[in-house]
């Protein structure tokens, strides 16, 4: 695979990546209490600033240690194998998004609406450190922790972003690859940053991101699927055929 290829499914990774909601509605909940207890605007910019920033270094921080781990036990980046683990993690995932991403509340809950799913003490974890957050390290961590909250829907185009990116012939191309998908990935908080900066309404954004929901997560689970199909045409039919014949 080319080194254009590789960039390629590093930026659809990265998308893929920045459709997932959970961030994005730890952001918005992170706003909306600062906004509640009559915060400055100028602590609200504070608080989703280090939010994002959290969730940036994140995310280059795990593709960075998986790619450390992965060379560590020497994994083979072009073994059939890992390819077809990999395959069958994307499609995987990509139905189970489509299936199951959000979940309507149990009769007996609290919470109104649907709901992400994801284990309810770490949906509960998130809520409590988002209404309690003071300050920007504890805006920071949070961001941290909402990217660690949804690694069981991205780590399989993670990781195929990481094995393909260990491809590239040189140390700088693999830091153009790290930065393309971490800046995608990252790139819908900074969005929100800057018109929440900007003085836009929490409410506006919120009521867009309802709207609009079922849409992305259709999006998110599609493009896990054109992934897959991408990475089985590139890699391992060629292997395949080379069998066969």
Known sequence: MDIWTIFAVLVLAGLIHASFHLSVSVLTLLSGHTLSRERSHLKLVKLTTAFTMGAGFTNILLFCSIAFILQLFNVDPSSPIIWTIILGLLVGTGVAVWLFYYKKPSKNSKVEGT????????????????????????????????????????????????????????????????????????????????????????AQIQLWRERNKYFL??????????????????ILSPVIAGVQL
């Open 115 to 202: 709901q992400i799913w994801i284990p309810r003490d770490m949906a509960k974890f998130l809520n409590e450190r988002a209404r309690k957050a003071h300050h920007s390290a504890e805006a920071f961590s949070l961001g941290s922790a909402s990217i660690i909250s949804e690694l069981i829907f991205i780590l399989a185009p993670l990781i195929a972003a990481i094995i393909l990116s260990l491809q590239l012939p040189t140390s700088s191309l693999q830091l153009i690859g790290i930065l393309i998908y971490g800046s995608i990935a990252t790139f819908p908080l900074v969005i929100i940053t800057i018109l929440v900066s900007g003085g836009k309404s929490i």
């Open 217 to 234: 997560q259709l999006t998110s689970a599609i493009s896990l699927l054109i992934m897959a199909i991408f990475l089985y045409a590139h």
